[in-house]
């Protein structure tokens, strides 16, 4: 009953100081807001990660020129993975279960009859095994072929953004359209995949890998990258030291010369966005850590100043029985209430960030349980500690002196 009275005094002390009550509570809740909206949102974007990298396949390694991510433009430093060199690898490297190759190009303009689009598209130079690997599904017509990568062939295979750009109402097969100025013929329309880290999937255009060389990336000299998937998860291993070894082959390297081309797995993506993440985490953690010091600081202002305002109230409680541990238990648990609530606010808004955050990569985004329980038992403890000494304060006031106080 005394805890319950003490919550309903700590609600009505907060209502009668608005002002003060109302700054002390964002305080808080930029604290918490701060540690659990930004573990909430790395706990959409892990989510999101993961799922696309399960795209990738836990049996699949990506071979090319750069780091996934680099630092100082390392990559550029060294020779270009060549088109000739993919092709003679994958025509070489028989123990792989499938082998796709591809090269990009931003900035492309599409036109079709007297409709251009802006330079917000991009071209995909690939092979026959380009749409299977990267989880894309043929809606209407056909893939490219291994015909069309030997020819070279002028054919195109269109996502859904350009299909609904300029194919709305009709159907894009057969039609010829123009990428940067040079005529290719549609043999295909994908699916939608949606979007993801709000970029659209959709924005390509697939031609063959030598058609793509031969028209835009300097015939034989565009670094390619080779996405190779092993016949099970447990020869990944064995076929990446296989593929290393053929790689070093045709790139010429002795025996003791390091690698001049990155091997990418599943894994190590993950480890690596997960490092990013974790200190993300941590960064939002400490600014929470410090926001919320500040406001057990202005808590205990708050708190002081009630005190001073309340000292007649706090005579009368005592002349009518109230004892020294009433009144300080009192006093805490105001401290305390008032930091629970504001927790609830920052909690709210930081949980809604994160839903949001899914929502904008198209997943549902996990609760932080961990980092909301961690935030109420931070803010109980400073409750308790920075309600403490001016709930001293009150309870060692001399009933007689309360009682002529002014």
Request: glycine share 12%; charged share 20%.
């Amino acid at each position: 009953m005394q805890v319950t009275e003490s919550v309903r005094m700590a609600v009505g002390a907060i209502r009668a100081n608005k002002l003060r009550a109302g700054l002390t509570l964002l305080s808080i809740s930029i604290g918490v807001f701060a540690i659990v909206g930004v573990a909430a949102a790395v706990g959409a974007l892990t989510a999101s990660i993961d799922k696309q990298l399960e795209s990738l396949g836990r049996s699949t390694f990506i071979i090319q020129r750069d780091p996934a991510f680099e630092m100082g433009g390392a990559g550029d430093r060294r020779p270009q993975v060549t088109l000739r060199q993919a092709m003679d690898f994958k025509i070489r490297f028989t123990a792989a279960e499938n082998i796709s190759l591809t090269n990009f190009i931003g900035g492309v303009v599409i036109k079709f009859e007297e409709k251009a689009s802006d330079p917000t598209f991009f071209i995909v130079g690939g092979d026959e095994s380009y749409l299977p690997t990267n989880d894309y599904v043929i809606e209407e017509g056909r893939s490219i072929d291994p015909m069309d990568v030997q020819n070279g062939s002028d054919v195109v295979v269109i996502a859904a953004d350009i299909a609904n750009k300029f194919f709305s109402h009709r159907s894009a097969i057969g039609k010829q359209i123009k990428l940067n100025g040079y005529p290719y013929t549609v043999v295909g329309v994908l699916q939608s995949k949606g979007a993801v880290f709000g970029q659209s999937q959709d924005n390509f255009v697939l031609i063959p890998i030598t058609s793509a060389s031969r028209r835009f990336f300097d015939e034989w000299g565009s670094s390619v990258s080779m996405a190779i998937r092993a016949p099970s998860i447990e020869k990944l291993e064995e076929t990446m030291d296989q593929a290393i070894g053929l790689m070093r082959i045709i790139r010429r390297l002795d025996i003791g010369e390091e690698n001049d081309f990155e091997v990418i797995t599943n894994e190590s993506l993950s480890e690596t966005f997960g490092g990013i993440t974790k200190y993300v985490a941590w960064f939002g953690a400490i600014c929470g850590g410090f926001a919320l010091l500040a406001a057990g600081i202005g808590i205990m202002n708050i708190m002081l100043v009630s005190v001073k305002e309340r000292t007649r109230e706090i005579g009368i409680r005592k002349a009518i029985g109230a004892t020294s541990g009433n009144i300080l238990s009192q006093f805490i648990i105001e401290a305390v209430t008032l930091c629970q609530l504001g927790a609830l606010i920052g909690i709210g808004i930081g949980v809604g960030m994160g839903l949001a955050v899914g929502a904008l990569l198209g997943i549902v985004a996990p609760i932080p349980w961990g980092s909301v329980g961690i935030s109420v038992g931070i803010c109980l403890l400073i409750g308790i500690l920075f309600g403490s000494f001016p709930a001293w304060k009150a309870s060692q006031l001399d009933p007689i002196e309360a009682l002529r106080y002014e």
